[in-house]
């Protein structure tokens, strides 16, 4: 260890006098410069220490510094470029929200608004008055009530029609979606008691049936989002869970997950249960999400009978759980656009992507294929065609014919490339195939195309 070295290293007071870190304490505030500074000095304490270096310069060791405030000074949360091609991409944030959503989220964050007030009365209104007309209208159900998310959903409406009682609900049902919803775990919080019947693969309509009795609070159905059982299976349909019900007089809790509220096996793909087909067949409540194939902000959404929902709507947990007016508002927009479907599939990004056409594809993949004839010539950049998923748990099974660029490199490895592309400014996130990395075009923004070029252009070097 170098006494003499430890000796040189820069002092914070001393560096705080000088006029440049002044106007960086103007900037960015004194507590990150400070901070910057002291975990800068450290870094080379500790280089010292270990004798890892031998010499070097008081300069280099607050340049060293300097960098560190830039990158405090930035947001963490922050936008990145989503090449993966997966639409409901969780852990990107899931669905894009239309430009009407974005707008409409602004205009009642910087303005007073009517969240809680009644105009025509001019009295205290209800914040759930805002869409609950349109989530009737759309899903044909009685009533309707948004609180969080969808886990949060099951959790108040279990609770307020199970509370101390049993939820049967088929073992082939009892799943964990991404970010830990758990249905045993949920339903545990909510205090319905879980009675589990049937198998894995099978359950009949006697299975819930042999297990109704005076303690039964609901029947509940669960969309296996995530996953698909093949072979030899049953489910009993929502039709018979419905007339079960009713001969016992027990409600029928549906949690739809994903809340499709357009057919999409008109475009092609697999038939998803809609929210309406759900209500048409008599599900006494409803749940799923705003942010998955609905394409509006995370928010989770109990449709159904009058009675239950004016029920939950009195439950004091949906205080706890209630949203706030800028989801509101981008929720109302979004679900405006769905009045009308043709609307809907072109405004709403999710089902946008979802529905682009091969053509388009192509088209985008030249498109950036021609932002990238700037990049070095290490590299091999080629069109061609692959496949993506919608995510989010949501149709696990189905994909969709995507284009794609397929990029690797003579001086680079796959995971280099990817590296470089997830440090960049923007950070770009792509696929690792088997011998290239995937740029998937589906995913990407119209501002996505220049960006993707410019990175490209400095990659492999230094
Ligand atoms: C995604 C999902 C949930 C959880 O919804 P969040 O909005 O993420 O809280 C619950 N149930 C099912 C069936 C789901 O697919």
Redo the contacts with the bound molecule.
Sequence with gaps: MNRELLRKLPKVDEVLLREDINELIEAHGRAIVVDSLREGIEFYRNKILKDEINSFEKEEVINYSLGIITKKSKPRLKRVINGAGIVIHTNLGRSLLSKEAVESMAMVSESYNNLEYDIEKGARGSRYSHIEDLLKKITGAEGAVVVN??????MLALNTLCEEKEAIVSRGQL?E???S?R?PEVMKFSKAKLVEVGTTNRTHLYDYEDNISENTGVLLK?????FKIMGFTEEVPLEDMVSLGEKYNVPVVD????GVLVDLSKYGFIYEPTVQESVRKGADVV?F????MLGGP???IIVGKKEYIDRIKKNQLTRALRIDKMRIAALEATLRTYLDEKEAVKKVPTLSMMLLSTEELKKRAQRLKRKLKDAPNHLEVKISEDYSMVG???MPTETMDTVVLKIKSTKLSLVQIENYLRAYEIPIIVRVGKGEVIIDVRTLLEKDYDIIGEAFKGIGEE
């Excluded at 998310?149 to 099951?154: D, I, K, S, T, Y």
């Excluded at 949690?255 to 994903?258: F, H, P, V």
């Design positions: 998310n969808n886990a949060a959903a099951v799943v979606i991404g970010g919803f249905v669960v969309h296996t989002s995530n949690d739809l997950g994903s749940t999400s705003g942010d998955k995370q928010a989770g989010g748990g949501s």
